[in-house]
């Protein structure tokens, strides 16, 4: 049984609801268009174009676009990812058309006056060298432009200074046109409301937008080259992250890697390279394994940072840990435990609305459908140790990473 509903309006927009019981409704509006996007020379054009859009449209300045929701206490916000754009709003019940309307002027009646572009390329400017401060932050966007050499993915979201200094107006009205097909766009809700009546108000708000199909081509990247890359910076410790491609979402053996990932090193202290690295060694401060999938592809990565000369001894464990799990089937025990955590931390992830509301429209998007929790815990619950051992020699593969260190100037 689903625990949502779907409607599709003439032009291909869907809303989408899931009910809960609270005075607290949290919305959003997810577009299938994102930084991997954009043409050569363009980089971070979307993130820009996400920016420009709380600035004025046909019928509002920025402050009316400001103070429609803040001035009732709503939390309203935006961010772009490789592969989307997403517009969020979190509010209390009786407003949710105060959110609608202002989402459909701002998506589809955004000006994009001059003088705005001006002032909001200063900010994201700031922005970008404010990221360059923050080596835990950069090094992640460096290790990706080396894993996705010469292709989009691996471009930094925020762009260049280069490239944000030269974006026009023409630049963002040919990236919407290309990009926002409206048959990729989602308007969902969270929140306490009659499914028909949020489908009249979606009706009201989105569906007199002109439907535009148009079909951008997507290019897959090309394998990744393996390579050991140090980099001095003025910086007090050193920072590291090694890792490589991984499955892509839809990919049979993505629910096995995220219970790997998580057993490596993802949410909680208890996971191995914490316990190992951290609570064993006392090396690390900061140290965790991420995995994120694409449509076409994925990355897995480790971080740490630490003292320069604990730096390699670091990054010996890491080693140590990846190649535990390529040579060393878990226990049944091991593996019960591994599933019992990781099902119970989804379950708690639910509970930030906002996050599930937003992923579900994404997965209707890439997928034309939404799993269930019973769904995922089925899925979790049906990895084995041998699929472990088999996607730990796949994706843990030494030959294969890319390890990128930011590294103290001597």
């Known amino acids: 049984m689903t625990d949502h509903q779907i409607h599709t309006l003439p032009n291909g927009i869907r809303i989408l609801f899931k009910h809960n019981p609270s005075p607290i409704t949290h919305c959003c509006f997810v577009l299938n268009a994102g930084s991997r996007d954009e ?11 996400e920016h420009l859009l709380f600035k004025e449209t046909e019928r509002r300045s920025t402050t009316q676009i400001l103070n429609r929701l803040e001035l009732v206490g709503a939390d309203l916000n935006a961010y772009t990812t490789k592969e ?3 517009i969020h709003a979190s509010l209390l019940k ?14 589809f009646h955004s000006t994009f006056p001059e003088d705005e572009m001006e002032k909001e390329r ?10 360059l401060d923050q080596p835990e932050e950069a090094i992640q ?9 010469g292709h989009p993915i691996g471009n930094n979201i925020l762009g260049t200074p280069e490239s944000v200094a030269a974006m026009s107006g023409a630049d963002i009205k040919h990236f919407m046109l290309a990009n926002n097909n409206t048959h990729q766009m989602v ?23 002109p439907e535009n199909i148009s079909q951008k081509q997507r290019i897959a990247p090309q394998p990744a080259e393996a390579g050991f890359h140090q980099v001095q910076k003025p910086i007090s410790q050193t920072h590291c992250v090694l890792g490589g491609r991984a499955y892509a979402s839809a990919h049979p053996n993505k629910y096995g890697l995220l219970l790997l990932n998580n057993l490596l090193g993802g949410m909680g202290m208890s996971n191995r390279l914490n316990l190992q690295i951290r609570e064993k060694y006392g090396i690390a401060y900061t140290i965790e394994s991420s995995y994120t999938s694409l449509t076409d592809t994925g990355i897995f990565s480790v971080y740490f940072g630490t003292d320069a000369e604990k730096a390699e001894r670091a990054l010996k464990l ?11 089937r878990i226990s049944p025990v091991q593996l019960k435990q591994a599933k019992e955590k990781f099902i119970g931390q989804i379950a708690l992830a639910e509970e930030s609305r906002m996050s599930l509301i937003i992923s579900m429209a994404k997965s209707l998007i890439d997928f034309d459908r939404i799993d269930t ?20 020699n796949e994706i843990f593969d030494n030959d294969g990473m890319v390890t990128l260190l930011f590294e103290p100037k001597a």
């Open 94 to 107: 009786q407003h949710l058309e105060r959110a609608a309307d202002l989402f459909e002027d701002i998506l």
């Open 373 to 392: 929790l019973d769904d995922i815990f089925a899925r979790v619950n049906e990895v084995t140790a041998d699929q472990l051992l088999e996607i730990s």
């Open 141 to 149: 966007d460096d290790f990706e432009e080396l894993l996705f050499k």
């Open 39 to 49: 043409l050569p020379g363009k980089e971070g054009l979307a993130h820009f174009i």
């Open 187 to 209: 308007f969902a809700v969270n929140g306490d409301y009659d499914f028909k009546k949020l489908v009249k108000l979606g009706e009201k708000y989105f569906g007199g937008v």
């Open 84 to 86: 989307y754009t997403c």
């Open 318 to 328: 890491v080693h140590k840990e990846l190649k535990n799990l390529r040579e060393n």
């Open 122 to 131: 200063g900010v994201i400017l700031d922005e970008i060298a404010s990221y």
